[in-house]
């Protein structure tokens, strides 16, 4: 397994707009059992803005992943993912926005980038992303490879931290405070090399 190309992360931005909201920290744990990966995946960020806001997040999957669960937690609540057909999915997330609840919308493109559409998000508000996928991994060389994307956008703004408007950090640098934290649980059922990054540097827990 190894790193790939810098690919962008998932990220949130206002919808209607170009501006990103910060990402704080994402935490992957994923199991690969032979050619295949179930991956977790938890992002944090905050709606810094002044207005409550409706906010569009967007994550990249390989045309052999498939997401199969999500949801949001925003403060105290959870907003569950519900798979329907489209135009029933459409109608109630824009009839609960209307009605002031929060609601999140997914929908997937061509290219497989999954957005999620998530509504009434209030000033200052932290919301956590929780999604599951699936995914046939890549077979090169020899080798299956196992690629999260982890390359923040550059617009988001990380001029503050989520619990602390006093601290501040670098804005040269999109991805200071996108804290990355990725465990990967090898199930090959065959004898297989160590594993390996092409990009990183790994720590190996023999079981």
């Known amino acids: 397994m190894g790193g790939g190309n810098k690919t962008s992360s998932g990220g949130m931005k206002v919808s209607g707009s170009q501006r990103y909201l910060p990402l704080y ?6 199991i ?9 995946v938890v992002q944090v960020f905050k709606n810094n803005t002044p207005d409550t806001i409706e906010a569009v997040y967007s994550f990249p999957l390989s045309q052999n992943g498939a997401v199969f669960s999500f949801e ?7 907003v569950k993912g ?9 109608a109630d997330y824009e009839k609960a926005k209307a009605q002031g609840k929060v609601a ?34 890549p077979y090169d060389d020899g080798e299956f490879r196992f690629v999260f ?9 990380n ?10 950090s670098s804005s040269s640098d999109s ?16 004898a297989i090399h160590p594993p390996r990054s092409l990009v990183h540097g790994v720590t190996i827990t023999n079981k």
Not at 32 to 40: H, K, N, S
């Open 159 to 168: 001029s503050e931290t989520p619990s602390s408007s006093s601290s501040s």
């Open 32 to 40: 690969v059992t032979g050619p295949l990966a179930e991956v977790g």
């Open 104 to 137: 999140s919308l997914l929908e997937q493109d061509k290219e497989n980038l999954f957005t999620m559409s998530l509504a009434n998000i209030k000033p200052g508000e932290i919301v956590e992303v929780h999604m599951r996928y699936q995914e046939k991994l």
């Open 149 to 157: 994307p982890m390359v923040a956008p550059d617009a988001y703004d």
């Open 82 to 90: 519900v798979i329907k057909e489209k135009e029933e999915a459409k």
């Open 72 to 78: 949001f937690h925003i403060d105290k609540r959870v």
């Open 175 to 190: 991805r200071k405070l996108n804290d990355v934290s990725i465990n990967v649980n090898v199930k090959p059922g065959v």
């Open 25 to 30: 920290h994402t935490n992957v744990d994923a």
